[in-house]
């Protein structure tokens, strides 16, 4: 499993003291509060910075950095991300998973017929959708509900899901 989650890109500036904007990744842009220290990668290079401040605009996170206190320095960091630890990230309610803990999860139909490879997940509102890589077919679309998705196995990297009429 990943040491690490993305939970943001750096893509712009804002004013002159250091302050960068960011994309987030993540459902809910005010865990970004919660957030101390944070790492950013930069050139496959990590480094770990201090948060001074959060705030927000539109949809996008303002963060202060102790260690910036310049544009310049600022715009050093534009089109990095920002890293926390998977150890310091809140426990998932149950039957919740990260998506990126999804991708590369191999599905199998109740009989252990293989179905393809997870690839990407969007998400709906109402629930998620599993894109599905299948092999000489096109990809499959599956609902995360408990009428489709039976098991899923993050550690074996295993998904048993039960396609209802009208999926394949």
């Not at 500036?13 to 904007?21: C, E």
């Not at 948060?51 to 927000?56: D, K, T």
């Not at 999860?105 to 894109?131: A, H, M, R």
Request: charged share 35%.
């Amino acid at each position: 499993m990943q040491e690490y989650f993305e939970i943001g890109q750096i893509v712009n500036t804002s004013g002159l003291k250091g302050v960068v904007k960011v994309n987030p990744f993540t459902d809910d842009i005010s865990k970004f509060e919660d957030l101390k220290k944070v790492f950013v990668e930069k050139n496959k290079q990590l480094t770990e910075y201090e948060i001074e401040e959060v705030r927000y605009s539109k949809n996008q996170v303002l963060i202060k950095f102790k260690e910036i206190n310049s544009i310049e320095d600022a715009e050093k960091l534009k089109n990095s991300y920002i890293k926390i630890l998977r150890k310091d990230e809140k426990k998932l309610p149950e039957d919740t998973y990260y998506i990126v803990d999804l991708i590369g999860i191999e599905v199998f139909l109740e009989n252990n017929t293989y179905i393809g490879t997870i690839i990407d997940v969007f998400q709906t509102g109402s629930n998620d959708v599993y894109i599905i890589k299948r092999e000489e077919k096109s990809d499959l679309l599956i609902p995360a509900i408990k009428d489709v998705v039976k098991k899923v196995d993050i550690e074996n990297k295993k998904m048993i899901v039960n396609l209802i009429e009208g999926l394949e």
